[in-house]
C-alpha cells in the first residue's frame, strides 16, 4: 500500500491536467455530433489526447478504416516504446497480465514519472495511473455534458484550447533546439499546404497528421542527427 500511496500522490497533478485538457476533448466530441456516452466511452478506452483528436475526426465519416488505421499506428506507437523502456525496469512481480494490463495506463506523463523509479512495482504505476484515468475520464464527461446546452460560438471557442495545449508542449523544446524548431516548422507547413491547396484538401485528417509527423521526423532525423552513446 505504502507504493500504491506513492504512485497517487505523484498522479495528482497529472489528473489535474488531464482534467482541463480532456474537457476540450469532450467538448470537441459533442460538437462533432457525438453522444455524450460515445465520447466518454473513447476517452476510458483510449487515453491518448492526440489519437482522440484523429480518431474522432476520422469517426464522424464512416468506412474510412484504413485512415483510421495508418493515423493511429503513427500517433500511438510511441507508447510501445515507452513499454518497453519501462518492461526494463519492472520488478519481478510485475510480469504476465499485469504487463498487458498497465501497458494500458501508459502515457507520456504517466511514463515520465514511472520511468523514474529504480524497480518499477505494479502497485506504484497502479496508483500513478489511478488518479490520471478518472481525470481524463471525468473531464471528458463534464465538456460532453456541457458541450451538448453551451452555444456554439462558446463551444468553437472552448474548441481551441486542445491546440493551446499542443502548442504548450512544443514550445518549451522549441526553445532548447534549433532542430526541433525546424522539425516543427516543416510540420507546419505541410498542415498548411494539406489545408490551402485544393488538390489535398480531401485528404483526411489523420492520414494529413500522420504525413505530417512522419515527413517532419523523417527529415529532422536525417538532417539533425543525434549521436548516441552506446559505451
Not at 478506452?45 to 469517426?59: D, E, N, P, V
Not at 502497485?123 to 471525468?138: D, E, H, V
Amino acid at each position: 500500500m505504502k507504493d500504491f500511496r506513492r504512485g497517487l500522490i505523484a498522479g495528482i497533478p497529472i489528473a489535474l491536467g488531464y482534467l482541463s485538457v480532456s474537457f476540450t476533448v469532450g467538448i470537441m466530441g459533442a460538437t462533432l455530433g457525438l453522444c455524450i456516452w460515445q465520447t466518454v466511452l473513447i476517452s476510458m478506452t483510449c487515453l491518448t489526447s492526440a489519437g482522440q483528436l484523429a480518431g474522432i475526426g476520422i469517426m464522424v465519416h464512416p468506412g474510412q478504416y484504413m485512415q483510421m488505421l495508418i493515423s493511429q499506428l503513427t500517433i500511438n506507437i510511441r507508447y510501445s516504446f515507452m513499454a518497453v523502456s519501462l518492461s526494463q525496469k519492472a520488478d519481478s512481480k510485475f510480469s504476465g497480465i499485469f504487463r498487458w494490463i498497465f501497458g494500458f495506463f501508459i502515457t507520456d506523463e504517466i511514463f515520465a514519472v514511472c520511468v523514474q523509479e529504480n524497480a518499477l512495482k505494479r502497485s506504484y504505476m497502479a496508483g500513478t495511473a489511478c488518479l490520471p484515468w478518472i481525470g481524463w475520464s471525468f473531464g471528458t464527461l463534464l465538456g460532453a455534458s456541457l458541450g451538448a446546452i453551451l452555444p456554439d460560438r462558446i463551444m468553437s471557442a472552448l474548441a481551441v484550447a486542445i491546440y493551446a495545449m499542443f502548442i504548450a508542449i512544443v514550445v518549451p523544446e522549441m526553445k532548447k533546439s534549433t532542430a526541433v524548431i525546424w522539425v516543427v516548422s516543416i510540420a507546419v507547413l505541410l498542415s498548411c499546404l494539406f489545408y490551402y491547396v485544393p488538390a489535398l484538401q480531401g485528404i483526411s485528417s489523420g492520414i494529413t497528421i500522420s504525413v505530417c509527423a512522419i515527413v517532419a521526423a523523417v527529415v529532422g532525423a536525417l538532417v539533425f542527427p543525434v549521436e548516441v552513446d552506446l559505451g
